[in-house]
């Protein structure tokens, strides 16, 4: 038997549903953010492999905000030396995203994360907000 759970905070073209086979060890999530990444997508000229990176980044932030059981944000941001010098989705514990890339170069349809960001890394930030109640 399957158990299927949808976020309430997403927007209504944005959805997070949660599975799990009970009878076997397996559990998941399946997510669609096209009204996020639509969003993103119009405020911006990017380049194709430039969007569908910044769409792969939009699915991965998503589904580790998923897993918060705090109110905080998570951060995923890739920085190099190659023509995409960075690229960065944020998101919170309510499933609200936002991303962006710089780009300074050539991209093409074509280009590989290789050829698109060169030698560089990516780093994952998590935030906790704390609520601190100073009580005299």
């Known amino acids: 038997m399957t158990t299927l759970a949808m976020r309430e905070n997403m927007s209504k073209h944005d959805q997070l549903h949660r599975f799990l086979f009970q009878n076997?060890?397996?559990?998941?999530?399946?997510?669609?953010?096209n009204e996020t990444y639509?969003?993103?997508l119009d405020q911006h000229d990017y380049p194709s492999a430039v969007n569908?990176?910044?769409g792969e980044l939009l699915v991965a932030t998503s589904l580790l905000t998923a897993t918060l059981k705090f109110e905080g944000d998570i951060t995923i941001q890739i920085q190099g030396d190659g023509p995409v010098k960075m690229l960065v989705i944020n998101g919170n514990n309510h499933q609200q995203m936002r991303g962006?890339?710089?780009?300074?170069?050539s991209v093409t349809a074509q280009s590989s994360l290789k050829q698109m960001v060169?030698?560089?890394?990516?780093?994952?930030?998590?935030?906790?907000?704390?609520?601190?109640k100073v009580i005299q």
């Open 24 to 33: 076997d060890a397996v559990r998941g999530e399946l997510v669609s953010v």
């Open 118 to 132: 060169g030698q560089g890394y990516m780093v994952i930030v998590i935030k906790v907000l704390l609520h601190w």
């Open 52 to 54: 569908l990176l910044l």
């Open 38 to 40: 639509k969003k993103i």
């Open 100 to 105: 962006v890339a710089r780009i300074e170069g």
